[in-house]
């Protein structure tokens, strides 16, 4: 990986962004469920499309191969940060329902930062 500090800090802004979304929008969550659980998604794509960007853009080779390193770093911080708000903080889902509920959601990660990867890698050959 071309800067561990680097990763970690984009990958935590990566779940910043939609956090906050999340947080701002969370009165349409209890009125309009399935509105909220549309633009979440969004949120999340915009957010990791951006920061690949960012970070990929001082790279200078193995786009392909720092993509899935970034997405599965990314994927974790993600999982990792909203398993302690999700599962022992005041919302108390199990891993499942967390899993199906949200979780799921951040393998939009790793899919764009590999895509994005391996877009780079095969436009510099």
Same mark, same amino acid.
């Given at each position: 990986?071309?800067? #561990? %500090?680097s990763a970690l800090f984009h990958g935590f802004l990566v779940w910043l962004i939609p956090f906050i979304f999340g947080f701002l929008l969370f009165p349409i969550h209890e009125s309009d469920r399935i509105l909220f659980e549309s633009i979440m998604p969004v949120v999340v794509t915009i957010s990791a499309v951006l920061f690949t960007f960012l970070y990929l853009k001082k790279q200078k080779s193995n786009y392909f191969k720092e993509g899935i390193l970034l997405g599965i770093t990314w994927f974790i /911080? $993600? =999982?990792? !940060?909203?398993?302690?708000?999700?599962m022992w903080g005041p919302m108390k889902m199990t891993f499942l329902a967390y899993m199906s509920d949200i979780g799921l959601t951040?393998? !939009? /990660?790793? =899919? #764009?930062? #590999?895509? !994005?990867?391996?877009? /780079?890698? $095969? %436009? %510099?050959?």
């Open positions: 990986m071309r800067s #561990i %500090k /911080i $993600n =999982i990792a !940060i909203d398993l302690l708000l999700f951040y393998l !939009i /990660i790793p =899919i #764009i930062t #590999i895509g !994005i990867g391996a877009l /780079i890698e $095969n %436009k %510099k050959e």
